[in-house]
């Protein structure tokens, strides 16, 4: 599993769907679809319509990759921080039970609203 106490997932940019479809396709069930993509430098985090799935690309060719499915279901709170006039990054805590916090910091232009509404429509049923 990643460690999300290590900062990984920062500066996350949106990306083509599509780009984020083609790494997590193997790992999809049925009905499942991707919603948004972000990619770091070289890590990915795919937003479905069931889960958030965090990509870690390992080694130096880039083909290992370790991928923590984080289902909606199990979260218990969420916090999303957009960005301000000084401060342009914007930040999406989740909270779940035996591993804490998921910390991910998106650059200036991602849709931070977007994303806490995805959150939302799929926690608060």
Excluded: H
Excluded at 48 to 74: C, E, H, M, W
């Amino acid at each position: 599993m990643i460690d999300f106490t290590n900062g990984s997932f920062v500066k996350l940019k949106q990306i083509k769907t599509e780009d984020g479809l083609k790494t997590v396709l193997p790992l999809l069930i049925g009905g499942e679809q991707v919603l948004s993509a972000y990619r770091g430098i070289r890590d990915l985090v795919v937003f479905t319509n069931k889960r958030v799935i965090a990509v870690n690309i390992q080694g130096v060719t880039g083909k290992k990759k370790d991928f923590t499915s984080l289902p909606y279901a199990k979260i218990s709170a969420f916090s999303v921080e957009t960005s301000g006039v000084l401060d342009i990054d914007s930040e999406l805590q989740l909270w779940y039970s035996g591993i804490g916090k998921v910390f991910f910091e998106f650059s200036g232009g991602s849709n931070i609203v977007q994303i806490g509404q995805i959150i939302a429509t799929y926690t608060l049923r």
